[in-house]
T-cell receptor, first 114, second 111 residues
Framework: AQSVTQLGSHVSVSEGALVLLRCNYS??????LFWYVQYPNQGLQLLLK??????LVKGINGFEAEFKKSETSFHLTKPSAHMSDAAEYFCAVSDFSGANNLFFGTGTRLTVIP | DADVTQTPRNRITKTGKRIMLECSQT?????MYWYRQDPGLGLRLIYY???????NKGEISDGYSVSRQAQAKFSLSLESAIPNQTALYFC??????????FGEGSRLTVL
């Protein structure tokens, strides 16, 4: 079975500071991993995904994530936070068992302090 | 126009009423999903459909039913709404790359 754990339901950073959002996964097969972002009153949109190619994945808006098999982690980072990054971020793992279902973490709300 | 459109965006209803949430898409994707979002719980899968003849239960299907009227349309019904079904509901389609495309959500309040 697949699952993800997001450490920290709320993260606050100052504008210009490093953003680090943590995600650990559990999977019985090689995982496909995703980060989605949800802005207020909107649906989720894809930030980036890992599908067994390069372990360092670059996404939109300057975000990137590194797949570390030994640590079962897929943490999301951005070198310098912008006010527009304030949103809720979800890590997800796919079982790709044929159902292509994504199992989502509980989300991390990012606040950016001016 | 949005690629995945949900109606209604907001609905307040009473316990015991039947409610239908509708979803239509212009992405041309075969796979469609209904998720429920609750604070602190993330998104949980209710039902999913691979095509009009293939509908499957997700992890929290009790109390819900779905209908896939066409490739582009996938509706979610609550036959007899109860207060703990108060939540934000999302429809999504899935590309062959595995990426999900979400609608803007339907906020349902059951009194």
């Amino acid at each position: 079975a697949q699952s993800v754990t997001q450490l920290g339901s709320h993260v606050s950073v100052s504008e210009g500071a490093l953003v680090l959002l943590r995600c650990n996964y559990s999977s019985s097969v090689p995982p496909y991993l995703f980060w989605y972002v949800q802005y207020p009153n909107q649906g989720l949109q894809l930030l980036l995904k890992y599908t067994s190619a390069a372990t360092l994945v670059k996404g939109i808006n300057g975000f990137e994530a590194e797949f570390k098999k030994s640590e079962t982690s897929f943490h999301l980072t951005k070198p310098s936070a912008h006010m527009s990054d304030a949103a809720e971020y979800f890590c997800a793992v796919s079982d790709f068992s044929g159902a292509n279902n994504l199992f989502f973490g509980t989300g991390t709300r990012l606040t950016v302090i001016p | 126009d949005a690629d995945v459109t949900q109606t209604p965006r907001n609905r307040i209803t009473k316990t015991g009423k039947r409610i239908m949430l509708e979803c239509s898409q212009t992405k041309g994707h075969d796979r469609m999903y209904w998720y429920r979002q609750d604070p602190g719980l993330g998104l949980r899968l209710i039902y999913y459909s691979f095509d009009v003849k293939d509908i499957n239960k997700g992890e929290i299907s009790d109390g819900y039913s779905v209908s896939r009227q066409a490739q582009a349309k996938f509706s979610l019904s609550l036959e007899s709404a109860i207060p703990n079904q108060t939540a934000l509901y999302f429809c999504a389609t899935c590309a062959n790359t595995g990426e999900l495309f979400f609608g803007e959500g339907s906020r349902l309040t059951v009194l």
